[in-house]
């Protein structure tokens, strides 16, 4: 049971990471260590964020 | 930096650079396990071999390359340094950089750079046998295709990710640099043609295919909305939902092929055209959340969960290859789904899968800024490469598995085929390989499509192959559902490449323009955006109509030229990393990939010049042009066309395929002589030329190695 439970959990921490879903964890954590006194963003508006940073970028995919 | 001292010095080398006992005897079992596998392939004539000693083979390839022909170029050429910080410590800003785990980089590396590329070329190439495809594919890999991905990322990430059009134009200069970027972008307007073009063929008068695909955009458009206004951020929960949503759709699609609805989702190649052209534009002037980037997801779920069923599917099924290992084709250089004998046209028409020149810009760009440690280019550039390169020996084992006589009747051009199985099957036999009517309607009525011949373009081939193994494995009730199952994942990723091709042609010609008139080079200017958008549908637009409106075939006329284009793509990276190893003073080293780029420069310059010079009317553009204007002016019809406006199409369709090909060669020339003149000059100067890299910046940050109390086999070295 154990086992299982630990394959999900390694399942479900990969998938997390690789979407980009564990993103705003990471910058939370950042923006609390250089910027201690300003609030972080809330989920919503660091989504809204990443939406317009991506809108510039070039995808990289390929054939 | 030397990375440590060398062990043949009589110092007391490193205890990692000693190969224990146990890794000994490993990697002797793996190398024989390869070897006895690459026996089997090579000397079994006339019987059935199993698909398994293919998957063997390949893998044991694998491992040894990766084991010591990566970790040299790591260690000796590269001298990838743990101590120095990567762009990503240095420049850590949470979100564009950031030292990222290798194991999940190498994931989003490997989503990037695999698409519809590596399921394409193979399943056409299995036209000359099994084995010519199986020995590129992995000596190509090995050699080339990794090689050439590691080490752009390598001098990418030296450079704090800089794109390959910048670096040619710092280390080149101007003339050269400009070349590259007008080349980059014609070769991924024909890329893009290309691959809508397998879709237009995969989903034509299929009701099936047609109505599962075309309920991705709604899928995608819900995904979009509810990521950003229902669950912020939750992006595995709505993949999940997406995934199960598309399971649903394909199930749908079945339902409605056998209802009354089927006659609205039956389309002509043309209407498709028109279709992928709005869509192709609507999807790049939309904002990225509402389609792109939900259908991003969709595709990377899809893309890594088939290919792993797949590797399963065909180590449990180990199929039997029905192919022949080298068919006459590949001498005689007449087969019908492409043109050319087995040098050079082999190696263009496997271009994904064994050296694919797109990669290079996917590894400089977004993968270098996120590396945590140098090493990890490895496993990031040189692993996920090995990794697409299984896939396209999967999709090689696909269309092996199938009768020849049914390959055949799949993927000829129409014009030869004829409109019914009854003619198929005369074409078949024509050929030298025996196929009955009643078995190509009994395969398409197995799998509910109403006719699979003619289905060129690789993705019904693949589809049926996949069908095969996986109603092996699963039951056989369920054929019908693999197929279509195998359709969507491919049109899926091809949909995503439209899109995203389409996204990233725009930032290049608005980038271009721009130095012409500023304001079509800002970002935020709608009214630019839209003209640049248009201009670049415009331009795959034309040539995806014209392939499918060509009485030859489109795929065989056009795949060439896109296999081309893509290896002459190869042909700068390399020909920009062999300069750039010169002028910091590796001269020494620089055969690394001194040597495929001389190997691909042949390749794609013999292939290339036959294209646009060969006398046969079968190969080359203006000899068939020729041909078919004669017979136009006096009046006559020739084999593939039906009237005289067929006759005209082709006479425009070669003029226009022959200039396009000897500019592609005219834009590589100059690059490459561009490139000799600089190492030359390096050489000349005789001690390293100022370096563009980053300045050194000691490392804070430990990396895996380090963290590991029991290092892998091998893995210290």
Sequence with gaps: ?63 | MPASALPETGRPAPEKSRMSLKSLALWTGVALLGAVAWGVLALSRGEEISAVWLVVAALGSYAIAYRFYSGFIARRVLQADDGRATPAERLEDGVDYHPTDRRVLFGHHFAAIAGAGPLVGPVLAAQMGYLPGTVWIITGVIFAGAVQDMIVLFLSMRRDGKSLGQMARDEIGRVGGAAALIGVFAIMIILLAVLAMVVVNALAESPWGTFSVAMTIPIALFMGFYLRYLRPGRVVETSVIGVALLLLAILGGGWIQNSSLAEYFVWSPETLVFCLVGYGFVASVLPVWMLLAPRDYLSTFMKVGTIALMAVGVVIAAPTLKAGAVTEFAHTGAGPVFAGSLFPFLFITIACGALSGFHALVSSGTTPKLIQKESQVRLIGYGSMLTESFVAVMALIAACVLEPGLYYAMNSPAALLGPTAQSAAEAVKGLGFAITPDQLTAAAKAVEEQTLVGRSGGAPTLAVGMSEIFSSVFGSGLKAFWYHFAIMFEALFILTTVDAGTRVGRFMLQDMLGNVWKPIGRVTWKPGIWITSALVVGAWGYFLYAGVTDPLGGIKQLFPLFGIANQLLAAVALAVTTTMLVKSGKARWAWVTGAPLAWVVAVTFTAGWQKVFSDNPKIGFFAQRDVYADAADAGKLLPGATDLDDMHTIVVNNTVDGVLMAVFLLLVTIVLVNCAVVCVRALRAGEPLPTTETPYVASRIEGPESRDTKPLVGAGS
């Excluded at chain 1, 049971?1 to 980009?20: C, D, H, K």
């Design chain 1, 1 to 63: 049971m154990t086992v299982v439970r630990r394959a999900v959990g390694v399942l479900l921490w990969y998938a997390r990471e690789l979407t980009g879903e564990a993103e705003y964890d990471r910058y939370c954590d950042r923006h609390r260590r250089h910027h201690p006194h300003a609030p972080v963003p809330t989920r919503r508006e660091y989504q809204r964020m990443r939406t317009l940073w991506r809108e510039g970028e070039s995808p990289g995919r390929c054939c």
